[in-house]
Structures are given as C-alpha cells and as structure tokens.
C-alpha cells in the first residue's frame, strides 16, 4: 500500500522538545499564544498540520492550524466527530501519552475504511499521532497529521512525541488558572460600568459573575445547577439554546420577562482572541440590563470587555461605523502606521480579523 512504509529517516526537529518547553511557558503567560504553539508543533514534529481538541467535545474548544481549516471544518459539519475511528486509540493514549493509526487500525481498514479514504483523502492526509494530556479529569489531543508522502509516525517519532505529554499536561493546568483569573477580572470591569456580567462554558454552565448580575437573579431568572434559568417560557427556551455544541451562540439577545419588575434584555456576546478560555472554559458573555435604563456607552463596554485603549476603542467604534483605516487615521490625526499599528493590536485582542468582525462585535454589545 503506497505511504504505508517509509525508510527509517528521523522528521522530528532536534530542538523539538526543548522549543516545545520554550513556547509553552510562553503561552503560559499568554494565552493567545497557544495556536502558534501548535503550528510550531506541526512544523517541529514534520506533519502538515495539527489540531488541538477536547476528545469529548465538538468544534467549540478546538484550535487547528490554518493548513487543516478545511478538513477541521469538514469534520465537525458533516458530524464525523461523532463517529471518529481514531477513538479507537483513546486506550493507548490514556496509558502511554501517544497513539497512532497502526496501533488501533489494520492496513485493510486504512484502505477501505469512509474516514481514511473519503474525509482524510480529501484532502491528502492519512497519518496520524496523537499526543494526549488530561486537564481537570477532561482528555485533550494535540493531534499531528500527515500526508500520504510524508508516511506514519515510526516507533522511534512517538517515542519522542510521547515526552511532550506531561509538558502539555502542566502548561494547560497553569493556562487553566490564568484564564480563570482572566475572566473574574473581566467580570469585576463590568463592575465599574456598572454592569451586569456573566460568562458560560461551551456547555451553558455560568463559570463568573459579578455583583451586578448576582442583584438581578430572582424566581424570574435565576441559576439552576450552573444553568441560566427563566419563568418566561419564550426566554427560558432561549437561554436553553446557549447550552447547544454550535460553533457560534444561536442568539444575540434575550428578553426575561418579569412579574413585578420591568423585562431584563441580556445581550450574548461570542468571547474570542484573549478573552476565550481554551482550557478554563469561557465561550460565551452575557451583559444584563433592565429594560429602559440608560445603555452604557460603546467605548465603555469595548474597554471593559477586550481592554481596548481609549485610542483603539476610538479606532474600533469609527471602523465598526463604516469609516475606512485611511478615514478613520484622517479623522484622529494620526498617521497611516499608526493607525494600522492600533488596528493590528484591536485585532489581536479580540480576535476580530476584517472590518466586518468589529461591526459585529460593537452592535452585540450595544443592542
């Protein structure tokens, strides 16, 4: 079977494990750093690609690198997530830190089998190595991936590989609580606004919330087992759909209706770029106000959720206004670098990549 044995020839980088360790500590201290780990990882270890996933969730708490965007998208739409033949291996990962297709899967299989001949040739990938590390009881895979050409991962590769899983282990763990100091500080800025907050998990389960959102709680609305819960059918059924496994929230908004009080509008806003715990679990912000009080003021809300600048917050609403870079830079008398410079760093702090991001992200936390 072509690819299937390849001559004894080492594709792992020399410095693979100590500029593992380096990079790390580095997305230790920043958590926006892990996707470049793991297109380091990738290049270091000689795969075409790698995705990093909870083995029992779907696309919400994955990170791949852009070589794999489309066959990770393939995966989670068409459902094969759900019927993943590489679970078989979740036994040899668990035990040795690593496990491969030939651990699990026979070359007949490899040759027959829809996952490996419709959902990986596609795209032409077929090897695989997995590097498992638990964090809080939850199994998690860096999963490196090879072309036909590029051949398996020999005993000698996993070996190595397998030296990576508790360096992952310890830096997830240590991510784990920056993250969860993240996002209480989040909460606690929606505090000097004034501001209602809370932040769920991928599941719909609340992690944090502040003073202001704890006030507003009562049988009208109120958290049931960690879960957002309303009197209002019409609302609860909507807060209920915050707990589906989508890639985006399925809503923007939602009206508690209350007996003895005026409606509360809570506006749901996606977390993404620093702000998303990838280990800690935030996925979703929720900001809360009564009905017919005076909204809090953009600029407030974009320093409060993405510490934004006073300048970039000015660049951001302008942007997410319809005005272009060269306009915006007019308007602010600034120059063309330095406004490229606040949008590069606008971007990175809230994981918006083009114009139409921040239009999105401003009238979400505005409505």
């Known amino acids: 079977m072509p690819g299937l044995y390849n001559d004894h020839v080492t594709r792992l980088r020399d410095d693979l494990e100590s500029s593992f360790r380096e990079d790390l500590e580095d997305a230790v201290i920043d958590t926006s750093r892990w996707p470049d780990l793991i297109e380091r990882a990738s290049r270091y270890s000689g795969s075409e690609g790698a995705l990093l996933l909870r083995t029992d969730r779907t696309g919400l708490d994955a990170l791949c690198t852009p070589s794999l965007a489309d066959a990770a998208r393939r995966y989670f739409d068409e459902g094969w997530h759900k019927e993943d033949h590489r679970l078989r291996g979740l036994p040899a990962l668990r035990a040795r830190g690593v496990t491969v297709d030939l651990d699990f899967t026979s070359p007949d299989e490899?040759?027959?089998?829809?996952?490996?001949?419709?959902?990986l040739a596609s795209r032409n990938l077929r090897w695989f190595a997995g590097v498992g590390f638990e964090v809080k009881g939850r199994l998690w895979c860096l999963s490196l991936q090879r072309t036909v050409a590029q051949g398996p991962y020999e005993a000698h590769e996993q070996e190595r590989l397998a030296t990576l899983s508790p360096l992952l282990r310890r830096a997830a763990l240590l991510t784990t609580l920056v993250e969860k100091a993240r996002m209480a500080g989040l909460t606690q800025a929606f505090d000097v606004i004034e501001r209602a907050a809370l932040i769920l998990d991928s599941e719909g389960r609340a992690i944090c919330w502040n003073p202001a959102f704890a006030a507003l709680l009562s049988p009208d609305l109120k958290l049931v087992g960690g879960r957002l819960v309303a009197e209002d059918p019409e609302a609860a059924r909507q807060l209920e759909a915050l707990a589906r496994p989508s890639g985006r929230a399925p809503?923007?908004?939602?009206?508690?209706?209350?007996?003895?009080?005026?409606p509360l509008a809570i506006h749901v806003v996606p977390l993404v770029g620093p702000s998303r715990g990838l280990f800690a679990g935030g996925c979703t912000l929720l900001l809360c106000r009564v009905v017919g009080t005076t909204p809090v003021p953009a600029a407030a809300l974009l320093q409060a959720a993405y510490r934004l600048t006073p300048a970039e917050t000015r660049l951001a609403q302008a942007l997410s206004g319809g005005a272009s870079l060269a306009e915006a830079a007019a308007r602010f008398a600034i120059t063309a670098a330095t406004a490229r410079s606040q949008l590069k760093a606008i971007f990175a702090k809230t994981g918006a990549t083009r114009q139409s991001d921040l239009v999105r992200l401003v009238a979400g936390l505005v409505r």
């Open 110 to 119: 490899i040759a027959r089998l829809p996952y490996y001949q419709d959902l």
């Open 251 to 262: 809503l923007s908004a939602v009206v508690v209706a209350r007996r003895d009080a005026a």
